[in-house]
């Protein structure tokens, strides 16, 4: 037995080790406690046509089953002999508030804190003997379901405790699962100033990106949710706080159990099943948190345009691949009942659901072998094997890529298209970075947004020639746009003279548009105008106003047609002479 230190291997005794295991290296806080956990006698229902050749029948452990009783030793309710006080003590049930001990999560069961609980307590010899009467008083007999073992270590070697656990789980049908459990536990809240350091500056971004979120949910209200990475950044903090809380938690309680070890010199038994359940919540917490950060690095892919092309790709393809995986979750629980009802009692990986379900998954991926369900079944595992592969493999998952495939290509088209701002963000914000760190190269190719196009620098403007032909490209400018103002408002205006003598309007309208677009003869208009207000003149009169208007702006744009001709082309000529002679005078 290795929970008690023994002698040197010469034989001499070690006086300087007590409480150490027998490795010489490991501390044992406390004692080693063995529990049992057992259910009522005749707990299962028989038919009356079999009970009168079966006189008791015991079931599975559940708490409603469980035996609460106190026995003597034997399971009896009386005897004569005497025993020791630890044997006494592991045939009286004891409560989860006597034993300090929490539920235990097993491979078939959920085990309750109370129980029959021996200690391992004394010198090796009367462990021994210990062991062997409750051997002989069959301590562990048919009613009894679960045996969890349970020790706290420390070794002072690395400041880190140890909760092992050790439980055998005895089912009805006479098989016995052995499985154990060791968590190391740290109890020291922070081990170093950068923890600490690393630990406040993660709070201060929590906090600034809850009151980012805040002010959006302000903004936004109900439009707030219906984006994804809300949820995202809601999971993240709410993670991060409980994630604080919990780590709170965990250091009261390696406190406390700090305190009692100092006092006790670890002569107590101590329970560290609480403090290795908080660890495990805070250990989900922390992967929850890394789990949601790591996905909100997908927003900063859209700064490049391949790495963008993930997100784009899975937000177009939301709503088909929902309806995919519908259809496909229909397939796969019809294959999944398939496969558990007929090889339910004949492989060990279609014993229940769960494990059906991941065989089937390495048979999706082609990582399975059939041999076993060939074997339980000649004939229809074939046949069933092949029926999976043709429907989930080549239907289901074809169909699954080329829903990929498709909005790939779509988002990869788009891309190419449109020029997004955010990947012209990223690319100035790195040449910036360039630059501040003396890469001059990179400074010349940063982009400036909101800019004039064509700016000249100080050094062109002082070059002669590049000045003029500066010069006359303003001037070129400067003509097209007074030309090209001209036109639309000539063409302006044939459109509202078409539109007045193709619609009928009323009096009221025609005056104003009178007023308005005819500036230039204001004075007589405004006297006709007048007139037809008074007169109620005919619409003959009012079109042959218009059409007068009408020719009158013709003449002005043939007026300017000519007179901008000869304009370019007296610019043009003096151009041409002024480069002539300094060419000459270059020469």
Same mark, same amino acid.
């Given at each position: 037995?290795?929970?008690?230190?023994?002698?040197?291997?010469?034989?001499?005794?070690?006086?300087?080790?007590?409480?150490?295991?027998?490795?010489?290296?490991?501390?044992?806080?406390?004692?080693?406690?063995?529990?049992?956990?057992?259910?009522?006698?005749?707990?299962?229902?028989?038919?009356?046509?079999?009970?009168?050749?079966?006189?008791?029948?015991?079931?599975?452990?559940?708490?409603?089953?469980?035996?609460?009783?106190?026995?003597?030793?034997?399971?009896?309710?009386?005897?004569?002999?005497?025993?020791?006080?630890?044997?006494?003590?592991?045939?009286?049930?004891?409560?989860?508030?006597?034993?300090?001990?929490?539920?235990?999560?097993?491979?078939?069961?959920?085990?309750?804190?109370?129980?029959?609980?021996?200690?391992?307590?004394?010198?090796?010899?009367?462990?021994?003997?210990?062991?062997?009467?409750?051997?002989?008083?069959?301590?562990?007999?048919?009613?009894?379901?679960?045996?969890?073992?349970?020790?706290?270590?420390?070794?002072?070697?690395?400041?880190?405790?140890?909760?092992?656990?050790?439980?055998?789980?005895?089912?009805?049908?006479?098989?016995?699962?052995?499985?154990?459990?060791?968590?190391?536990?740290?109890?020291?809240?922070?081990?170093?100033?950068?923890?600490?350091?690393?630990?406040?500056?993660?709070?201060?971004?929590?906090?600034?990106?809850?009151?980012?979120?805040?002010?959006?949910?302000?903004?936004?209200?109900?439009?707030?949710?219906?984006?994804?990475?809300?949820?995202?950044?809601?999971?993240?903090?709410?993670?991060?706080?409980?994630?604080?809380?919990?780590?709170?938690?965990?250091?009261?309680?390696?406190?406390?159990?700090?305190?009692?070890?100092?006092?006790?010199?670890?002569?107590?038994?101590?329970?560290?099943?609480?403090?290795?359940?908080?660890?495990?919540?805070?250990?989900?917490?922390?992967?929850?948190?890394?789990?949601?950060?790591?996905?909100?690095?997908?927003?900063?892919?859209?700064?490049?345009?391949?790495?963008?092309?993930?997100?784009?790709?899975?937000?177009?393809?939301?709503?088909?691949?929902?309806?995919?995986?519908?259809?496909?979750?229909?397939?796969?629980?019809?294959?999944?009942?398939?496969?558990?009802?007929?090889?339910?009692?004949?492989?060990?990986?279609?014993?229940?659901?769960?494990?059906?379900?991941?065989?089937?998954?390495?048979?999706?991926?082609?990582?399975?072998?059939? /041999?076993?369900?060939?074997?339980?079944?000649?004939?229809?595992?074939?046949?069933?094997?092949?029926?999976?592969?043709?429907?989930?493999?080549?239907?289901?998952?074809?169909?699954?890529?080329?829903?990929?495939?498709?909005?790939?290509?779509?988002?990869?088209?788009?891309?190419?298209?449109?020029?997004?701002?955010?990947?012209?963000?990223?690319?100035?914000?790195?040449?910036?970075?360039?630059?501040?760190?003396?890469?001059?190269?990179?400074?010349?190719?940063?982009?400036?947004?909101?800019?004039?196009?064509?700016?000249?620098?100080?050094?062109?403007?002082?070059?002669?020639?590049?000045?003029?032909?500066?010069?006359?490209?303003?001037?070129?400018?400067?003509?097209?746009?007074?030309?090209?103002?001209?036109?639309?408002?000539?063409?302006?205006?044939?459109?509202?003279?078409?539109?007045?003598?193709?619609?009928?309007?009323?009096?009221?309208?025609?005056?104003?548009?009178?007023? /308005?677009?005819?500036?230039? #003869?204001?004075?007589?208009?405004?006297?006709?105008?007048?007139?037809?207000?008074?007169?109620?003149?005919?619409?003959?009169?009012?079109?042959?106003?218009?059409?007068?208007?009408? #020719?009158?702006?013709?003449?002005?744009?043939?007026?300017?047609?000519?007179?901008?001709?000869?304009?370019?082309?007296?610019?043009?000529?003096?151009?041409?002479?002024?480069?002539?002679?300094?060419?000459?005078?270059?020469?």
């Amino acid at each position: 037995m290795n929970m008690i230190v023994g002698d040197w291997y010469n034989g001499q005794s070690i006086n300087d080790s007590k409480g150490f295991l027998n490795d010489k290296a490991t501390r044992l806080i406390g004692w080693a406690t063995m529990r049992q956990l057992r259910i009522k006698p005749d707990t299962c229902r028989l038919k009356s046509t079999i009970r009168g050749l079966i006189k008791h029948c015991y079931d599975d452990y559940s708490a409603s089953s469980e035996e609460r009783g106190s026995f003597l030793p034997g399971w009896t309710k009386n005897t004569t002999q005497n025993y020791s006080k630890l044997i006494t003590q592991a045939f009286i049930y004891q409560t989860s508030e006597q034993l300090d001990t929490y539920n235990y999560i097993g491979q078939h069961a959920t085990y309750r804190s109370g129980g029959y609980v021996y200690e391992f307590r004394g010198s090796l010899s009367e462990l021994y003997y210990d062991l062997s009467e409750l051997h002989q008083l069959e301590w562990i007999d048919k009613q009894t379901r679960a045996v969890i073992i349970q020790m706290n270590l420390y070794n002072p070697n690395i400041p880190i405790f140890t909760s092992a656990v050790i439980i055998l789980e005895i089912l009805s049908s006479s098989g016995i699962f052995f499985s154990v459990r060791f968590d190391p536990l740290s109890v020291d809240a922070f081990t170093s100033i950068f923890e600490i350091v690393c630990a406040f500056i993660y709070l201060t971004f929590i906090v600034y990106f809850m009151i980012l979120e805040i002010q959006s949910f302000i903004h936004l209200k109900k439009l707030y949710f219906r984006q994804v990475w809300s949820y995202i950044e809601i999971g993240i903090i709410a993670c991060s706080w409980t994630s604080v809380g919990i780590h709170v938690w965990r250091a009261n309680e390696a406190k406390r159990i700090t305190r009692l070890f100092r006092e006790t010199h670890g002569d107590i038994y101590l329970n560290f099943q609480l403090l290795a359940y908080i660890n495990d919540i805070f250990s989900f917490l922390l992967a929850f948190c890394c789990f949601f950060g790591t996905l909100k690095l997908l927003r900063l892919c859209r700064y490049n345009r391949r790495l963008a092309l993930l997100s784009d790709t899975l937000g177009r393809s939301a709503r088909e691949l929902l309806s995919f995986s519908f259809m496909f979750s229909i397939v796969f629980m019809a294959f999944l009942a398939l496969f558990y009802l007929q090889f339910l009692s004949l492989i060990w990986e279609c014993s229940s659901l769960l494990r059906t379900a991941q065989m089937l998954f390495e048979m999706l991926l082609l990582k399975f072998d059939a /041999t076993e369900i060939t074997q339980a079944a000649p004939f229809l595992g074939p046949l069933y094997f092949t029926w999976f592969i043709l429907f989930v493999v080549f239907v289901c998952i074809n169909m699954f890529v080329s829903i990929i495939n498709d909005n790939f290509r779509a988002a990869r088209d788009y891309v190419h298209k449109v020029d997004h701002d955010d990947q012209d963000i990223f690319t100035n914000v790195f040449k910036k970075i360039q630059w501040w760190c003396g890469n001059n190269e990179e400074s010349a190719n940063i982009v400036t947004f909101n800019t004039k196009p064509n700016v000249i620098m100080i050094s062109e403007m002082a070059d002669p020639i590049k000045r003029l032909s500066y010069k006359l490209d303003e001037l070129m400018v400067y003509i097209d746009r007074r030309y090209e103002d001209k036109m639309v408002r000539i063409a302006w205006n044939e459109t509202t003279v078409s539109t007045l003598d193709c619609q009928k309007i009323s009096r009221s309208d025609e005056i104003s548009i009178i007023e /308005t677009y005819h500036p230039i #003869n204001k004075d007589y208009d405004h006297m006709k105008i007048e007139e037809l207000k008074t007169s109620h003149a005919s619409n003959d009169n009012i079109d042959e106003e218009m059409d007068i208007e009408h #020719n009158n702006d013709e003449i002005i744009s043939s007026d300017f047609d000519s007179n901008a001709i000869i304009q370019r082309f007296l610019f043009i000529f003096f151009a041409f002479i002024i480069n002539y002679k300094f060419y000459l005078s270059i020469d």
